[in-house]
Nanobody, 123 residues
């Protein structure tokens, strides 16, 4: 069992930055690909970024490349998402996700979800 707790969301002006954190419980954190997804009002949950178990390679949704950075600290059982150059359309609830030894990019394959943290970007 893995429990995920997000933090770091809030209200920020367009062009600003936020750093989201996700603390994971459990002893097998390093065996999970960790991902971030987001869901805006009235829209489906969408992939944002993922960082693989093992070597820690990363992947991003096309719209986030160059603006967002995902990283992980296996010693702290924590994954981070640095959000830069935020836009109003980035407003959403951001969810941390864990997939056991997978790609971490498809909602249907996620094993565990956090409860989410709200990011609001004002124009």
């Amino acid at each position: 069992q893995v429990q995920l707790v997000e933090s770091g969301g809030g209200l920020v002006q367009a062009g600003g930055s936020l750093r989201l954190s996700c603390a994971a419980s459990g002893r097998t954190f390093s065996s999970y690909t960790m991902g971030w997804f987001r869901q805006a009002p009235g829209k489906e949950r969408e992939f944002v970024a993922a960082i693989r178990y093992g070597g820690g390679s990363t992947s991003y949704a096309d719209s986030e490349k160059g603006r967002f950075t995902i990283s992980r600290d296996n010693a702290k059982n924590t994954v981070y998402l640095q959000l830069n150059s935020l836009r109003p359309e980035d407003t959403a609830v951001y969810y941390c996700a864990a997939e056991y030894r997978g790609r971490g990019t498809n909602t249907q394959n996620i094993n565990y979800w956090g409860k989410g943290t709200l990011v609001t970007v004002s124009s």
